[in-house]
């Protein structure tokens, strides 16, 4: 079907604001080729064949916050995803918190609620994102995240993210996994030697991220008159 809303953001806006995902996603240099080039396709696909995109580049904070423009609410909302893209895999480097706050900074916007997440950055020696090892006390509809409660400002913060772009709600709808990866035993000759948890015990912020996929998907299918059954 087709859209049956406008678009809310200028294509340079939507352009710099993939691309300023793209930055994120590629500041610890995590982020293998299938991956970039997932995403870059992603990206064509959602911005159509009147932006240049090729070859994809990061973007710098005085250009993003540039082609942004001066709204607070868009400058907002683009943090909202940049938070959520350093934490897709679990681990907020310090390489991706120092690539966020210099958009921040560059955006005018000082989130006081970002600074919870300071808790979760991993060094890369000795700290780490795990699973608790009592996931007994967890009550339905709760994290088990260690750090649930320290985060709360930042979760009420990201449940606060507006959809009102196709373009955008498009691309989150096909960046976030449906559902929370399979956790899985690694098994050398016959034995356990690691066990990796699902996502969704390893991302502090997961409930946000579906709850996001949610919402995009929603607006898509209640406000532009969207077909999203090739999301499921």
């Excluded at 070859?55 to 868009?74: C, F």
């Excluded at 009102?164 to 559902?179: E, H, S, T, W, Y």
């Excluded at 956790?183 to 356990?192: I, M, N, P, Q, T």
């Amino acid at each position: 079907m087709t859209s049956l809303m406008q678009s809310f953001y200028t294509e340079e806006q939507v352009a710099a604001w993939l691309r300023g995902l793209l930055t994120i996603a590629w500041a610890d240099g995590d982020f293998d080729q299938q991956e970039q080039d997932f995403i870059a396709q992603l990206t064509q696909e959602e911005l159509g064949q009147n932006t240049d995109l090729n070859p994809l580049q990061t973007i710098a904070p005085e250009e993003l916050a540039d082609l942004l423009g001066n709204d607070s609410s868009t400058g907002e909302n683009f943090l909202r995803t940049a938070v959520m893209v350093a934490l897709a895999d679990g681990v907020y480097s310090a390489l991706e918190a120092e690539v966020l706050h210099q958009f921040s900074e560059a955006l005018g916007q000082k989130i006081e609620s970002l600074e919870s997440l300071k808790i979760t950055l991993y060094d890369g020696d000795s700290q780490s994102l795990v699973a608790p090892d009592d996931e007994s006390a967890t009550e339905p509809g709760q994290s088990s995240h260690p750090h649930s409660d320290v985060l709360q400002p930042v979760r009420e913060w990201l449940d606060e993210m507006e959809i009102n772009d196709p373009r955008v709600a498009k691309f989150l709808g096909k960046l976030i996994p449906a559902q929370c990866p399979f956790e899985r035993d690694v098994k050398l000759f016959g034995r356990k030697i690691v066990h990796i948890p699902p996502l969704c015990k390893i991302n502090p912020l997961y409930e946000q991220l579906v709850g996001l996929r949610f919402r995009a998907l929603c607006y898509l299918a209640d406000d532009c008159g969207e077909d999203i059954s090739s999301y499921s």
